[in-house]
């Protein structure tokens, strides 16, 4: 069964935010064109400003991504499985591929204010990047699976399996606002074990993470941790 776990805004309330986001841009984008304010109406550059602001559309559905991809989990039989989506981050980067292209479009068909242009390119082309498609290839493999029985990870660094019935001791390293970061585990044998939550981009599960810890693994816990998470 899935679950939406984070919700997102309503469906109209979104579309008309990206609505006033390409009517501003696509008129904000005339600042690009070699052309007096006063002379558009007489010019064939409204083509190009409506190009320009569906690339700042297209920039914003990547960088506001719970727009197209709302943050769900899927539990089958006492088993969730938390990872970034594989098909989201490609779905990202096909999209993405119409930014340079637009611009580049626009670079050879229209006379431009190249400053100005190189600005908005800039942005365009470098943000999404920044924000989410460089941390999406990153992240690419990360995964965190919580079973009643066993906790399995990976990460860039390291990646394991560990059978519950092996933990003497299950502690969560939390942050100064109180959202967990690590797990930290003491094995039977003493070995320790840190699973680094905060280095596999699960955010947007933490709340989901903290309600399945609490209901399979609080006998593991100590009574702070308990309380925690209450």
Known sequence: MRKLIRPTYPKEFSIGLLLLIFIFSTFLSHQLFDVPFLELSNSNVYPG????????????????????FPVK????????VYRNKRNKLKTQILIYL????????VYYEYELNHIRFFIWAAVCIIAPVV????????NYNDFLKL??????FRNNKKMGIIKLKEVL???LVKDENGVIRKFQLLMLNNEEVVIDLDEMEL?????SINNYIKKHYEHMLNKTDVNSIS
Do not use: C, Q, R
């Open 169 to 171: 001791h299950l502690s």
């Open 147 to 152: 079973t009643h029985d066993s906790i399995e």
């Open 203 to 207: 955010e947007a599960f933490y709340d």
């Open 131 to 138: 924000e989410k498609i460089a941390s999406g290839i990153n």
């Open 49 to 68: 400003m409506i190009l320009v602001g569906i690339a700042v559309i297209i920039m914003v559905l990547i960088i506001w991504e719970e727009f197209l």
């Open 73 to 80: 989990i899927k539990e089958i039989n006492n088993k969730i």
């Open 98 to 105: 119409f930014i340079p292209a637009i611009f580049g479009f």
